[in-house]
């Protein structure tokens, strides 16, 4: 149960490090992770209000690990799906992104990966990178959910990670829907 923990919460991570280690790649640029809560209403609010999203009744904000905020069923540790949120400089190259960027990275970092989706869009007016795909690390396969989006001020992170035979798809799609830009 702890391999699996320690290998869920690692993927959530390096997904966010990802996002800002691939807009480092281009240029010297200083990276401040910040991160955000939820309230009683179950609504996740980033520190700066920036931006809003419902999360599941059932789901409670968990531990905060390198500016990452990871949002976990009641059930947590026994069910190891979460939702980590990060929030880091804007990034001028957002734009730039294609699928092959992010394969190569992803490609060095886990053992296996598989991408289902990549595709380009807006949520809530502001452009966003919408990406599923599956991983294995340390001998666990995940479906991860990540969505990237290019604020005014800042570039969010919101990643979904599904463990063995769970299904995510109902609460990635309430809770995407419910994403708020708020400034």
Same mark, same amino acid.
């Given at each position: 149960?702890?391999?699996t923990?320690?290998?869920v ?6 997904f ?5 280690f691939?807009?480092?790649t ?17 609504v ?8 809003k ?37 804007? &990034?001028?190259?957002?734009? $730039? ?5 992010? %394969?190569?990275?992803? /490609?060095? =970092?886990?053992n296996? @990966? ?26 666990i396969s ?7 989006? &290019?604020?005014?001020?800042? $570039? ?5 990670? %599904?463990?063995?035979? /769970?299904? =995510?798809?109902?609460? @990635?799609?309430?809770?995407?829907n ?6």
């Amino acid at each position: 149960m702890k391999k699996t923990l320690r290998a869920v919460l690692a993927a959530a991570i390096v997904f966010a490090l990802a996002i800002a280690f691939v807009s480092c790649t281009e240029g010297e640029k200083t990276v401040e992770f910040k991160s955000g809560k939820v309230s009683g209403s179950n609504v996740y609010t980033d520190d700066d209000g920036e931006f809003k999203f419902a999360i599941p009744d059932d789901w409670k904000e968990g531990e905060v690990m390198e500016g990452v905020v990871n949002i976990v069923p009641d059930s947590y540790p026994e069910d190891s799906n979460n939702i980590a949120v990060t929030k880091a400089a804007k &990034d001028e190259l957002f734009d $730039t992104y294609t699928q092959e960027t992010f %394969e190569q990275l992803y /490609s060095s =970092l886990f053992n296996e @990966v598989n991408f289902v989706k990549f595709e380009k869009n807006k949520i809530d007016g502001v452009p966003a990178i919408e990406m599923v795909y599956t991983i294995n690390m340390q001998g666990i396969s995940m479906k991860q959910y990540a969505y990237s989006l &290019d604020m005014p001020d800042s $570039t969010i992170s919101i990643t979904f990670t %599904e463990v063995s035979d /769970s299904d =995510l798809s109902d609460v @990635v799609e309430d809770c995407m829907n419910s994403f708020e830009v708020l400034k």
